[in-house]
C-alpha cells in the first residue's frame, strides 16, 4: 500500500493557499494536512502535525520563512521544508537554503512544478525552479558571505564528484548508482564533506561549496 505524501502549507496569501490546496487535492498521492498564514503559526502547525513536507513563503507578518525554518528544523532537524516564494534575493535563497530548506521554487513556477517539487523535497533533490538555478549559476562567489574552512582538509577527487552530483539533486541511491558504488560509501563521503565543510545538512553543503566556488550549477 502506498500511503500518500502530507503536507502542511504556509503562506501569508489565504488565496495561494487554497490554489496550493486545490493543486494538491487533485494530483494523486498528496494529503494537506492543515494551513497557517504566518511563521510562528507554520512553526506550531509543524509541531501539531508534522508533516512529510512543509512549504514555506519567506515574506510574512510576524517571523520570515527563513526565521520559521530555522526555528523548526532546531527543533526537528528531519523536517523538510520547502520554499515556496516570489522573493528571488539572492540573500534570502542562500539564507533558506542555509536554515535547512530542502529546496527554492518561484511562486511563478509551473503547477506540474510544484507538485512534483513538493516530491523532489521529499527524496532530497532539492528542488530548485529554473529562475532560481539560474540566479545561483551566474552568482560571482566573491558577492556571497565568506566561509571559513580548515585548508588542512581539501576534498579527495571522489569527495568532489560526489559534491558536483549532489549539486545536480540527485539522492544519494541515484549518486550510488552513478559511481558504481553503495549507498553506504556515499553516505559516508558525505558525511567526510559536511565535516570539511561545517555544515549540518545536504543544502547547507551546496550553499557552502557554492560559496567558496567548489562547484557552480552551471557545470552541473
Request: net charge negative; charged share 20%.
Amino acid at each position: 500500500m502506498t500511503f500518500p505524501l502530507t503536507v502542511g502549507i504556509v503562506d501569508d496569501d489565504e488565496e495561494a493557499i487554497k490554489t496550493y490546496k486545490t493543486l494538491l487535492l487533485e494530483s494523486p498521492g498528496y494529503r494537506v494536512l492543515g494551513a497557517a498564514t504566518d511563521g510562528l503559526g507554520g512553526v506550531d502547525l509543524y509541531e501539531r502535525h508534522s508533516p512529510d513536507v512543509i512549504t514555506m513563503d519567506m515574506t510574512m507578518p510576524d517571523i520570515s520563512g527563513v526565521q520559521a525554518i530555522t526555528a523548526i528544523r532546531a527543533a526537528h532537524p528531519q523536517a523538510c521544508i520547502l520554499a515556496l516564494s516570489a522573493n528571488d534575493s539572492l540573500d534570502i535563497i542562500y539564507s533558506a537554503l542555509r536554515a535547512g530548506a530542502a529546496g527554492y521554487l518561484h511562486k511563478s513556477s509551473a503547477v506540474i512544478e510544484i507538485v512534483q517539487a513538493i516530491r523532489d523535497a521529499h527524496e532530497a533533490k532539492m528542488p530548485l525552479s529554473p529562475t532560481i538555478r539560474h540566479l545561483c549559476a551566474t552568482v560571482d562567489q566573491h558577492t556571497l558571505p565568506p566561509v571559513r574552512v580548515d585548508p588542512t582538509k581539501p576534498l579527495t577527487r571522489r569527495e568532489e564528484e560526489v559534491l558536483r552530483l549532489l549539486a545536480t539533486g540527485l539522492s544519494t541511491p541515484e549518486i550510488a548508482q552513478h559511481l558504481f558504488t553503495s549507498e553506504s560509501t556515499i553516505k559516508c563521503h558525505i558525511a567526510h564533506i559536511s565535516d570539511k565543510l561545517h555544515t549540518h545538512s545536504r543544502q547547507e553543503i551546496i550553499v557552502t561549496s557554492l560559496s567558496m566556488g567548489l562547484v557552480r550549477l552551471s557545470e552541473c
